[in-house]
């Protein structure tokens, strides 16, 4: 046995020491190896949240090595518990065993990495920042290994120094900050330390903080690109080349660039059918572009609204061209004392060419944050020159309470004349005893406030303010189906600057964990009556009558080889017709396993809704601006998978999207003034469409973020200026080849 004073040390926060031996990432937990690791054993349920002393036997060793932070995990099993073994794609969320090691590099809970590990050595990495927001979009090199035996299971991970840079260390130690967790995939209950949970906003400051030797790394990554593209329909082929260079000479700095970055179309974007006057958003799966990017994270709290929004770069081109053709781009961040600093450009390349830039500086003054963020963005082609500037403030001065607050201007000058205005967020979030909490959240938008250029900005001109009473509830009684019940009551306002009403509402929602690995979650609300300023582009505003609608949602967990999920929703329509016409839709997924390697995943889905309404300014020319179409609408929708995970290097994806989209029995309205809808007979035509996307993909690993990739990809859009049926387009959507193309990409990743 040890003596008292050993085991003290080793239980010690501030307890470190350096490998005694080099850590083999086998999944076999070698004792020698492992000799004067931080030695873990108290996980507590955080998934429900009781906090409470976990029935599934898990154990961790922390050590930190010259290569990296080294985790093990023992993780015991119990008779009568599931423990699926099926492989999944990296980045894929599954109901699986599976470890996460989250690692904020500087122990301030500024920003950190999410490392997921299954049973079946499956792989996901994110990034988080200090709001708690996950993103799978970036792909880290680490190692990993796994040994599933009968009476357990046992993962093995190295996260390397380079993976992020790092403040400089005071003498020879430094302070990181860890979260260890284990996910028991079959009945969805995790256990952590330390027991905190990540849907709380102070997640990220709650982490373990342990003192360790300071080590750094150097590395110089190369990753050259060749992509072959033969388009099948128009006959042509297309040979492309570039290469991502990644750079760390020391744990205080890091740059990466990319030059002639690769569009060759391995990730593929899911159908969108999209009415409104606000832009769909879309995350961005570029290696160079998710290369800790969260470091440039500048959000303003509504909805998806950024600074730098990366799916700009490359994006139409200001002539209506097509893609912008980009020539390259840089990136850098590092540190000088307690203060962050990153930069970004990229250029593009002909007269309808943009530059992007922007500069971000954090500084940590104890319990508070400070930030700011420039954006640049040259776009000679219009004449248009945009800037943005904003400040960002966290405080959190305790682990119950956050406050963070943005203030943000812009300056857009087009041939030479400027628009100016600025933006203001604020979010205070409380968490009380007993699973009571409380958030309050304010936004104003100005006008002309526009970030776009660089940015995603939903929308401009408004007024917010939310205030919302959640309740967690884990203590329930013994024979329940339930582990726990997540419960918000939420009230919301929104006005634009010319005091309009735009939402009133009210919301209640219930997250319910099942003990069986299920869920059921539903939603009810209530909306008051407002105006819809966005439906006419701008000219008279739509009166919105009050309405209201709730949707239900229930998981059921695996049986054997299948498992399903449904949800319904039923909704009043508020807008012109005064019978009170209703909307409902309803939907089904499945997956089948036919091994632990091979599974087919299916989405069906049916909406209704019989007052559609869509803008018909832009169709129908000048005089018609505040014309609105109102129809019953019919849509119809099949998401469906096959996934066969070879080996731990091969996979083989075939995703098939379709939709069909059938808009009857139109009712012409022209919205006056006072925001009334007035029955008229303008030209409004019934129409329907259909869309179509299908791909074969084939990915073998040839080594970590090294790549062949071979892509099939078919697809195409019919439109139809009459009535045909939602169920007739989508039955016709199979036929559509406006696009197919074969893809043949390599990258391979030299480190030197």
Same mark, same amino acid.
């Given at each position: 046995?040890?003596?008292?004073?050993?085991l003290a040390?080793?239980?010690?926060?501030?307890?470190?020491?350096e490998?005694?031996?080099q850590?083999?990432?086998?999944?076999?937990i070698d004792?020698?190896?492992?000799?004067g690791?931080?030695?873990?054993?108290?996980?507590r349920?955080?998934?429900p949240?009781?906090q409470?002393?976990?029935?599934?036997?898990t154990?961790?060793w922390?050590?930190?090595?010259?290569?990296?932070?080294a985790?093990?995990?023992?993780?015991?099993k119990?008779?009568?518990?599931?423990?699926?073994?099926?492989r999944?794609? #990296?980045?894929q969320?599954?109901?699986?065993?599976?470890v996460n090691v989250?690692?904020?590099?500087?122990?301030?809970g500024?920003?950190?990495y999410d490392f997921?590990?299954?049973?079946s050595?499956?792989?996901?990495d994110?990034t988080?920042?200090?709001g708690g927001?996950?993103?799978s979009?970036?792909?880290?090199?680490w190692?990993?290994?796994v040994?599933?035996?009968?009476?357990?299971?046992?993962?093995e991970l190295?996260?390397?120094?380079h993976t992020a840079p790092?403040?400089?260390?005071?003498?020879?130690k430094?302070t990181?900050?860890v979260?260890l967790?284990?996910v028991?995939?079959s009945i969805?209950e995790?256990?952590?330390?330390?027991?905190v949970s990540?849907e709380?906003p102070?997640?990220?400051n709650? *982490?373990?903080?342990?003192?360790?030797?300071?080590?750094?790394?150097s590395l110089?990554?190369i990753?050259?690109?060749?992509?072959?593209l033969?388009?099948?329909?128009?006959?042509?082929n297309?040979f492309? &080349?570039g290469?991502d260079?990644f750079?760390?000479?020391?744990?205080?700095?890091q740059?990466s660039?990319t030059?002639?970055?690769?569009f060759?179309q391995?990730?593929?974007d899911s +159908?969108v059918?999209n009415?409104?006057?606000?832009?769909t958003?879309?995350g961005?799966?570029?290696?160079?572009?998710?290369?800790?990017?969260?470091?440039?994270?500048?959000g303003?709290?509504?909805d998806n609204?950024?600074?730098?929004?990366t799916?700009r770069?490359g994006?139409m081109a200001?002539?209506?061209?097509?893609?912008g053709d980009i020539?390259?781009?840089?990136?850098?961040?590092?540190?000088?004392?307690?203060?962050q600093?990153g930069a970004?450009?990229?250029?593009?390349r002909?007269?309808?060419?943009?530059?992007?830039?922007?500069?971000r500086l954090?500084?940590a003054f104890?319990?508070q944050?400070l930030?700011?963020m420039?954006t640049?963005?040259?776009?000679?082609?219009?004449?248009r020159?945009a800037?943005?500037i904003?400040f960002?403030?966290r405080?959190?001065?305790?682990a119950?309470?956050t406050v963070?607050s943005t203030?943000?201007?812009?300056d857009v000058?087009v041939?030479?004349?400027?628009t100016?205005?600025f933006a203001?967020?604020?979010?205070?979030?409380k968490?009380?005893?007993?699973g009571?909490s409380?958030?309050?959240l304010?936004i104003?938008?100005?006008?002309?406030?526009e970030?776009?250029?660089?940015g995603?900005?939903g929308?401009n001109d408004?007024?917010?303010?939310?205030?919302?009473?959640?309740?967690r509830?884990?203590?329930?009684?013994e024979?329940?189906?339930?582990?726990s019940?997540?419960i918000?009551t939420?009230?919301?306002?929104?006005?634009?600057?010319g005091?309009?009403w735009?939402q009133k509402?009210?919301?209640?929602?219930?997250?319910s964990?099942?003990?069986?690995?299920g869920?059921?979650?539903w939603?009810?609300?209530l #909306?008051g009556?407002?105006?819809?300023?966005q439906?006419t582009?701008?000219?008279n505003?739509?009166?919105? #009558?009050n309405g209201?609608?709730?949707y239900?949602?229930?998981?059921?967990p695996?049986r054997?080889?299948w498992?399903f999920?449904?949800d319904?929703?039923l909704?009043?329509a508020?807008?012109?017709r005064?019978?009170t016409p209703?909307?409902w839709?309803?939907s089904?997924s499945?997956t089948y396993?036919i091994?632990?390697?091979?599974?087919?995943e299916?989405w069906l889905?049916h909406v209704t809704?019989q007052?559609m309404?869509?803008w018909?300014?832009?169709d129908?020319?000048?005089?018609?601006?505040?014309?609105?179409?109102g129809?019953?609408?019919?849509r119809?929708?099949?998401?469906?998978? +096959?996934?066969?995970?070879?080996g731990?290097?091969?996979e083989?994806?075939?995703?098939?999207?379709?939709l069909?989209?059938?808009?009857d029995?139109?009712?012409?309205w022209?919205v006056?003034a006072?925001g #009334?809808g007035m029955r008229s007979?303008d030209?409004?035509?019934p129409?329907s469409f259909?869309n179509?996307g299908f791909?074969?993909?084939?990915r073998?690993?040839?080594?970590?973020l090294?790549n062949l990739y071979v892509?099939?990809?078919?697809g195409g859009f019919?439109y139809d200026p009459? &009535?045909?049926g939602?169920f007739?387009?989508?039955?016709?959507?199979?036929?559509?080849?406006?696009?197919?193309?074969?893809?043949?990409k390599l990258?391979y990743? *030299?480190?030197l």
């Amino acid at each position: 046995m040890l003596p008292l004073a050993v085991l003290a040390a080793l239980s010690s926060p501030a307890f470190a020491q350096e490998a005694g031996a080099q850590v083999k990432i086998d999944g076999v937990i070698d004792p020698a190896e492992w000799q004067g690791a931080r030695h873990v054993t108290d996980f507590r349920m955080v998934q429900p949240f009781t906090q409470a002393a976990t029935r599934h036997p898990t154990e961790a060793w922390i050590l930190a090595t010259p290569e990296g932070l080294a985790v093990a995990f023992r993780n015991a099993k119990l008779a009568g518990v599931e423990t699926p073994r099926q492989r999944s794609a #990296r980045d894929q969320d599954v109901a699986i065993d599976r470890v996460n090691v989250m690692l904020d590099f500087d122990g301030d809970g500024r920003s950190g990495y999410d490392f997921t590990l299954t049973a079946s050595d499956g792989i996901q990495d994110s990034t988080i920042t200090s709001g708690g927001n996950f993103s799978s979009d970036w792909d880290g090199s680490w190692q990993h290994a796994v040994v599933d035996g009968e009476g357990e299971w046992t993962a093995e991970l190295l996260i390397p120094w380079h993976t992020a840079p790092m403040k400089k260390a005071a003498g020879d130690k430094r302070t990181v900050a860890v979260y260890l967790d284990r996910v028991v995939g079959s009945i969805n209950e995790r256990m952590a330390w330390p027991a905190v949970s990540f849907e709380r906003p102070q997640f990220l400051n709650q *982490f373990e903080k342990i003192e360790i030797p300071a080590y750094s790394q150097s590395l110089l990554a190369i990753t050259p690109y060749v992509v072959g593209l033969q388009d099948l329909v128009a006959k042509d082929n297309k040979f492309d &080349a570039g290469a991502d260079i990644f750079w760390k000479p020391n744990s205080q700095f890091q740059l990466s660039a990319t030059i002639n970055p690769d569009f060759g179309q391995v990730e593929s974007d899911s +159908l969108v059918v999209n009415f409104s006057a606000e832009e769909t958003f879309f995350g961005d799966k570029r290696p160079f572009f998710t290369e800790n990017q969260g470091f440039f994270d500048f959000g303003l709290l509504f909805d998806n609204s950024q600074l730098l929004y990366t799916r700009r770069v490359g994006a139409m081109a200001d002539d209506g061209s097509g893609p912008g053709d980009i020539m390259g781009a840089v990136k850098f961040n590092g540190s000088v004392g307690a203060t962050q600093y990153g930069a970004f450009v990229a250029d593009e390349r002909g007269d309808a060419g943009r530059r992007f830039s922007a500069l971000r500086l954090q500084r940590a003054f104890g319990t508070q944050n400070l930030g700011v963020m420039l954006t640049n963005v040259d776009r000679p082609f219009l004449d248009r020159s945009a800037n943005v500037i904003g400040f960002d403030h966290r405080w959190q001065p305790d682990a119950s309470l956050t406050v963070a607050s943005t203030l943000v201007g812009s300056d857009v000058e087009v041939a030479g004349q400027h628009t100016r205005d600025f933006a203001f967020t604020s979010m205070a979030q409380k968490t009380l005893d007993k699973g009571w909490s409380l958030t309050g959240l304010l936004i104003h938008y100005g006008e002309d406030f526009e970030v776009n250029d660089a940015g995603y900005l939903g929308r401009n001109d408004l007024n917010y303010g939310q205030f919302e009473v959640g309740k967690r509830i884990t203590q329930l009684p013994e024979g329940s189906a339930f582990s726990s019940h997540n419960i918000r009551t939420r009230i919301e306002g929104l006005q634009n600057n010319g005091g309009l009403w735009l939402q009133k509402q009210f919301r209640f929602n219930v997250n319910s964990q099942r003990k069986d690995g299920g869920n059921l979650n539903w939603n009810f609300q209530l #909306r008051g009556p407002a105006y819809d300023d966005q439906i006419t582009r701008g000219h008279n505003p739509m009166y919105v #009558r009050n309405g209201g609608s709730a949707y239900i949602n229930r998981g059921f967990p695996r049986r054997g080889k299948w498992q399903f999920g449904v949800d319904a929703s039923l909704g009043l329509a508020s807008g012109l017709r005064q019978d009170t016409p209703y909307a409902w839709s309803a939907s089904l997924s499945s997956t089948y396993y036919i091994s632990d390697a091979l599974n087919i995943e299916l989405w069906l889905g049916h909406v209704t809704d019989q007052e559609m309404l869509i803008w018909q300014g832009g169709d129908l020319g000048p005089g018609y601006e505040n014309v609105v179409g109102g129809f019953h609408m019919n849509r119809y929708d099949l998401n469906a998978s +096959l996934n066969w995970n070879i080996g731990t290097r091969h996979e083989l994806r075939v995703k098939l999207e379709a939709l069909g989209f059938d808009a009857d029995d139109p009712i012409a309205w022209r919205v006056g003034a006072d925001g #009334r809808g007035m029955r008229s007979n303008d030209p409004v035509q019934p129409f329907s469409f259909r869309n179509m996307g299908f791909q074969v993909r084939y990915r073998y690993e040839l080594a970590p973020l090294s790549n062949l990739y071979v892509v099939y990809g078919r697809g195409g859009f019919g439109y139809d200026p009459h &009535a045909v049926g939602a169920f007739d387009q989508f039955n016709d959507a199979f036929s559509l080849r406006d696009d197919e193309q074969l893809v043949v990409k390599l990258a391979y990743r *030299f480190e030197l």
